[in-house]
């Protein structure tokens, strides 16, 4: 355990964002509903909350569902929803006792009174917490939160547009940006995840489906990242 810790302090590694891919794909593979491959999603988020507290990572952002997650079918939309909402009743008590930060990055406008009221009430209940800070993607699309920003910095007026002007009015202003992308499910795309803020983060693809992900899982990506030689354009 020190020595990934040590690992993890020499190189730097703040944040960690993942693209939790191949839930539906692991289901099938095991002839599955797919609602079973996001309920063993849940644990395998479980898993790298709990290790990254243990590695010392002080950032995980982990996309949940996207802007275009709404054109799946309407009963698996409703299911993802639910079990965001249920997830956060069952599991915030633990998560707040473990000093949890919870956040949420998206359009959470759209979604339905009621789980609005359950992530506000996640938000607040963990907002004075100092361990890992979880940011959770939830209708997101980085297009569109790109798109939002400047509107908003039309809006205000500002007529001098600079980089760090921009990251202010991103969805992530109080978040550090990645060092380390991770996707499951062996997919090679981003999928309109984090577009500005990943523009040097390193890349690690695994085959593994993202229900398969676990804590010695994520101590083989952070090893992989300590090799990588960060030149940051240089």
């Known amino acids: 355990m020190e020595s990934i810790k040590k690992i993890v302090s020499e190189c730097g590694l703040k ?4 693209i939790m891919d191949g839930n539906r794909r692991w289901a ?10 996001h309920k063993k999603g849940v644990d395998a988020l ?30 698996e939309v409703a299911f993802l929803m639910d079990l965001l909402g249920e997830t956060l009743k069952n599991e915030l008590k633990e998560m707040h006792e473990n000093n949890v930060v ?22 607040e209940t963990t907002k004075n917490n100092t361990g890992v800070n979880l940011q959770i993607a939830f209708n997101y699309g980085a297009r569109a939160e790109i798109v939002k920003a400047v509107q908003d910095i039309v809006n205000s007026g500002e007529k001098n547009i600079t980089e760090d002007l921009i ?3 991103l969805y992530t202003s109080s978040i550090p940006d ?8 062996g997919e090679m795309r981003v999928s309109n995840y984090l577009l500005w803020q990943i523009a040097y983060s390193e890349f690690v693809v695994i085959p593994d489906f993202w229900p ?21 354009g240089g």
């Open 167 to 169: 990251s202010k009015h």
């Open 178 to 185: 990645p060092d380390l992308l991770i996707r499951t499910g």
């Open 212 to 232: 398969e992900f676990d804590k010695e899982k994520l101590e083989n990506c952070i090893k992989e990242f300590a090799q990588r030689n960060r030149r940051w």
């Open 46 to 75: 479980k898993k790298t909350m709990r290790a990254c507290d243990d590695f010392g990572i002080k950032y995980l952002t982990v996309y949940a569902f996207s802007t275009e997650n709404w054109n799946r079918k309407p009963e």
């Open 102 to 123: 919870i956040s949420f990055i998206g359009d959470t406008a759209k979604l339905s009174e009621k789980l609005q009221n359950i992530l506000k009430n996640a938000v």
């Open 15 to 18: 944040h960690v964002a993942i």
């Open 28 to 37: 099938k593979e095991h002839n599955l509903p797919s609602m079973v491959g």
